[in-house]
């Protein structure tokens, strides 16, 4: 068994903290350390440092290597481009040069999980059935009707005696009235992102729902390693769309009884926006209110404030997101921060990409 973490992520709805230069997955935001160093300690309760590989923007592998002094460096792998995460895998695949039978925990590297444990043991309940030639997600029971992850809708299981079931079908994002919907049903599990699958499944998937990738990916293996080749890589990459493994692989695969799930119970959140990070952080203190740095409050709730030196005072505030940094200040309705994101090309076109 090996690991592909992916860590090619912008994190730009936790702007200002993540910037390009250092996106979230390189941040402590939950703990002593960064979201990437979490990720793959967990893996390594399941996997030895030589099993487990990195795959990050180019402009990012010395960064990530320093936070990962434990696994090879030649295990931290440069994407000459971003194309989402089945471009990402695919890739990762290839220039790992793993055997095509060996099974693949492909998983990204800006989540959190509160009981590592039982996520090593879904790990392994997922490798067995990977084994048997599934293509392999992890799901987690709904908390509350979220509208901003996709959802498993799940079938029979394999066996009476195990949790793991096929996926009936995925459901993207959906509205307020559609989460509450798929909640009250108790069938619908939140996706986690976490893919276990054989090398070879995953390539006949590939081949079978994105052609056009597998065949760029049987170029980039025949290429040789010399000096500069990762141009080459970038040159073939070039033509093929933004391809994620939800849509362009998951979805069909359903669709032909390819997919199969098992339930996750670990306390796992996708740390994606301000307020996800609350909302974890809520949940990991007890506490209604989340600061660090210089703070003082008075009658605030469910409020988050991230600082630094400079003392910042909150009296009677709800739902409000609060991120301070030398160089910009990010005040925001807790509701709203997922809209962080499209604001984000208007500060660049009228303060600069500085900013970024």
Not at 205 to 229: M, N, S, V
Request: overall charge negative; glycine content about 8%; proline content about 5%.
């Amino acid at each position: 068994m090996f690991a592909i973490v992916m860590a090619g992520g912008s994190g730009t709805r936790l702007w200002p903290l993540s910037r390009r230069s250092t996106p979230k997955q390189l941040l402590a935001l939950t703990g002593e350390t960064s979201l990437l160093q979490q990720t793959v300690a967990r893996v390594g309760g399941v996997l030895k440092p030589q099993d487990i590989y990195v795959i990050t923007s180019q402009a990012h592998v010395r960064a990530t290597q320093a936070q990962l002094p434990q696994i090879p460096a030649d295990n931290v792998l440069g994407e000459p481009l971003a194309r989402s995460t089945a471009v990402a895998a695919g890739l990762a695949t290839v220039l790992a040069r793993r055997e095509s039978d060996e099974v693949a925990v492909v998983l990204p590297a800006d989540h959190f999980v509160a009981d590592a444990e039982r996520f090593v043991q879904a790990l392994r309940e997922a490798s067995t059935a990977a084994e048997r030639g599934y293509l392999v997600v992890l799901g987690v029971k709904p908390a509350h009707a979220a509208t901003g992850y996709g959802y498993i809708k799940v079938g029979e299981r394999l066996h009476p005696a195990v949790p793991t079931a096929l996926v009936d079908r995925f459901v993207e994002k959906p509205d307020a009235g559609t989460a509450a919907e798929m909640l009250a049903t108790g069938d619908h599990l939140w996706n986690a992102g976490v893919f276990v699958w054989r090398a070879y499944a995953y390539r006949q998937a590939l081949e079978l729902f994105q052609p056009e990738l597998a065949a760029a990916l049987d170029k980039i293996a025949a290429l040789h390693r010399t000096p500069g080749w990762m141009s080459d890589v970038r040159t073939i990459l070039e033509p093929i769309p933004a391809i994620s493994i939800d849509t362009g692989i998951a979805e069909p695969a359903a669709a032909e009884g390819r997919m199969a799930v098992v339930p996750l119970e670990a306390g796992w959140s996708d740390i994606g926006s301000w307020s996800t990070l609350l909302e974890t952080l809520s949940a990991q203190s007890g506490a209604s209110l989340v600061a660090s740095g210089q703070h003082l409050d008075r009658g605030s709730e469910r409020v988050l404030v991230h600082g630094g030196e400079r003392l910042i005072v909150t009296v009677g505030l709800q739902d409000v997101i609060i991120v301070d940094t030398p160089d910009a200040l990010l005040v925001c309705a807790r509701d709203r921060a997922e809209e962080i994101k499209p604001v984000l090309d208007e500060i660049a076109a009228t303060a600069g990409e500085k900013y970024l």
